[in-house]
C-alpha cells in the first residue's frame, strides 16, 4: 500500500476570490507559482494525503486515484510513511489578500554610499530602519497574507548588522529570498561563503552600475565602480544570476556602448536600464534634466547593434525595450501593449503593482518602487498602524484602490488621453505620471512614443534598416512631439 503527501515545497492557500490554490513555495517563475484548483480537485487532495489513507485503497474512486499518479510523477506528491500528513506550513491557509506573488522589502533607509539620484535619500537615513523585532512582525504579516517570497533591497541592505539573522529567520518560515540588490562595496568572498549555507536567491543579486568611467560620480564614492566590477565578477563565478541596473542621466547617456561591451565581458545575465527620476536626492540636484529624445535615440542605437548580435544577454531599456537573450523575435515594449480596442477600458492601469507592492524601511507600503519620493507616500498605509497589516492592505485599502483603477478611469478622469488615437495601445505608468504632477496625469515618455512613431522605429532598429551615420538626434527629431 502507497501512501502519498505533499512535496515540502508546496503549500496548500487561498487568496481572495481565488479559494483554492497549490502554492509553489520554491519556483522563481511567476507564471507557474500557483496551481489554480477546483473544490473537488482540493478536497481530493485533502483525502489523499491525510496520515494513513492510501492511494491504492479500493474505496478511493479511480479518478483521484489517476490524480494521485499524476501527481506523484509531477513531483507534487511524494510516497511516505502511513503515519505521515501535511506539515503545518503546508495546510491550508486562506487570506482575503489579493494574490501577491513577491514583496520589494527595504530592510533598511540607510546605505554606506552618497548616490545623487536615490530615491530614499539613503546617504541620509530618513526613512530609518526597523528593529528586528519589528522585522520579525513583518515576515509574519507577510506568511499571514500568503507571501512567501521576497526581494531584499535598501538603502543598502548588508550594512545591517543583523543581516544573517534576518536571513535565517526568514528561512524559518520558509519565506524565499529571490534577489538582493546590493551596489556591491560590501560583497567579498567571505559573504559569499556565508550566503552559500543559506541556500538563498534562486534570482541571484541586483548589482547597481551606472556606466563605464561613469559610476563614481553618480555613486558619491570614489572606488565604487572598481567594488561594483569586482562584485559581479565573484558573483558570476558561484554561478549565480546577476543583473545590472543602471540609472541614466546625461552624463552617462554617451557611455552605454562601452558599457553595453562590458556587460557582455562580464557575462551579465539581465542589463536593466532606466532614466533618472525626478524624486528624492535628484529632485534636489542641479543639471539633473536628461532629454527624452536624446534617450530614446541612444536606445535605438543600442538595440540595432544588440539586434546585429542575435540578443546576447536578457536586456531592459526602461519601458521602451525589452528582449530576452538569443530571442529577439520575441522582442516588446511596455509603451504599446494595450488590446487596441473598447476593451481597454476595463484593463488596469498596472497590472505589476498588486503582484510586485513596494515596503518602505519605516512599514509604509507602495504599489511600486518607483512611487518613492511620490504623492503616494503622503496616503501609504502603514503596516504597524492599530488595525493595519498587510493582509488588510492587499484587500481593501488606498493601494488595492490604486491597483483596481482602469485605463477607463483614467480616460473619465483625462479629457487629453481619452481624446488621443492612441489610447487603446497607449501604456502608461502612473509613477511617471505623479512625478509630472498628478496621478490621472499623462505619462508623457509614453506620449513621446506613441505620438511620434517609436514603434516603427524600433523594428528598423531591429531589422538593421537604420542608417545613423551623420544623424545628430535632436535635429533629427526636431518634428518630434515638444
Not at 492510501?54 to 479518478?63: A, T
Not at 548588522?161 to 538582493?180: C, G, P, S, V, Y
Amino acid at each position: 500500500m502507497r501512501y502519498v503527501t505533499l512535496s515540502e515545497q508546496y503549500a496548500l492557500r487561498g487568496w481572495g476570490n481565488l479559494t483554492y490554490g497549490i502554492l509553489d513555495l520554491n519556483n522563481a517563475s511567476m507564471s507557474e507559482n500557483v496551481k489554480i484548483l477546483t473544490p473537488v480537485q482540493f478536497d481530493a487532495i485533502k483525502l489523499v494525503t491525510t496520515a494513513g489513507i492510501s492511494i491504492d485503497d479500493n474505496l478511493i474512486p479511480k479518478k483521484i486515484r489517476e490524480m494521485a499518479e499524476t501527481a506523484i510523477k509531477d513531483g507534487i506528491f511524494i510516497l511516505c510513511d502511513k503515519s505521515k500528513g501535511l506539515y503545518d506550513y503546508q495546510e491550508y491557509h486562506y487570506t482575503k489578500a489579493k494574490y501577491t506573488y513577491s514583496l520589494l522589502w527595504s530592510i533598511t533607509g540607510n546605505c554606506n554610499l552618497k548616490c545623487r539620484h536615490c530615491y530614499i535619500t539613503a546617504d541620509k537615513n530618513l526613512y530609518g530602519e526597523l528593529s528586528f523585532e519589528k522585522c520579525i512582525q513583518v515576515m509574519d504579516q507577510m506568511v499571514e497574507a500568503n507571501i512567501f517570497k521576497v526581494d531584499i533591497t535598501g538603502g543598502e541592505p548588508l550594512v545591517r548588522k543583523d543581516f544573517w539573522q534576518l536571513l535565517e529567520a526568514l528561512k524559518n518560515r520558509k519565506i524565499t529570498i529571490m534577489t538582493i540588490y546590493s551596489n556591491g562595496f560590501m560583497i567579498d568572498d567571505n559573504f559569499l561563503d556565508m550566503l552559500e549555507k543559506y541556500d538563498v536567491c534562486p534570482n541571484g543579486f541586483h548589482i547597481s552600475y551606472d556606466g563605464l568611467n561613469c559610476h563614481d560620480w553618480l555613486r558619491g564614492v570614489n572606488g565604487a565602480e572598481k567594488k561594483a566590477i569586482e562584485a559581479i565578477q565573484m558573483i558570476k563565478k558561484r554561478n549565480y544570476h546577476v543583473t545590472v541596473g543602471t540609472v541614466l542621466h546625461m552624463g552617462n547617456l554617451s557611455s552605454l556602448p562601452e558599457t553595453y561591451e562590458l556587460m557582455k565581458e562580464l557575462g551579465v545575465d539581465y542589463w536593466k536600464i532606466s532614466a533618472i527620476a525626478n524624486t528624492g536626492n535628484c529632485s534636489r540636484q542641479e543639471n539633473k534634466e536628461i532629454s527624452d529624445k536624446a534617450v530614446k535615440y541612444e536606445y535605438l542605437r543600442l538595440i540595432k547593434r544588440y539586434s546585429e548580435e542575435n540578443a546576447p544577454l536578457d536586456i531592459r531599456l526602461g519601458a521602451f525595450f525589452q528582449c530576452q537573450k538569443n530571442h529577439l523575435e520575441g522582442w516588446k515594449t511596455s509603451f504599446r501593449t494595450g488590446c487596441g480596442t473598447s476593451e481597454r477600458c476595463s484593463e488596469h492601469l498596472c497590472e505589476i503593482a498588486r503582484i510586485f507592492p513596494y515596503l518602505l524601511p519605516d512599514g509604509r507600503l507602495l504599489p511600486c518602487v518607483t512611487m518613492s519620493g511620490t504623492k503616494m507616500e503622503n496616503i501609504a498605509p502603514n503596516i504597524f498602524n492599530d488595525g493595519v497589516s498587510l493582509s488588510k492592505v492587499l484587500h481593501k485599502s488606498v493601494i488595492d484602490d490604486f491597483c483596481d483603477k482602469t485605463y477607463g478611469d483614467l480616460f473619465k478622469n483625462n479629457e487629453e488621453c481619452n481624446m488621443c488615437e492612441h489610447k487603446f495601445f497607449c501604456s502608461s505608468c502612473r509613477a511617471n505620471a505623479l512625478y509630472n504632477g498628478d496621478f490621472y496625469d499623462k505619462d508623457i515618455s509614453s506620449c513621446i512614443f506613441n505620438k511620434c512613431g517609436y514603434l516603427d522605429k524600433i523594428k528598423a532598429a531591429v531589422n538593421h534598416k537604420i542608417d545613423w551615420k551623420g544623424v545628430n538626434c535632436l535635429n533629427d527629431f526636431s518634428s518630434d512631439f515638444f
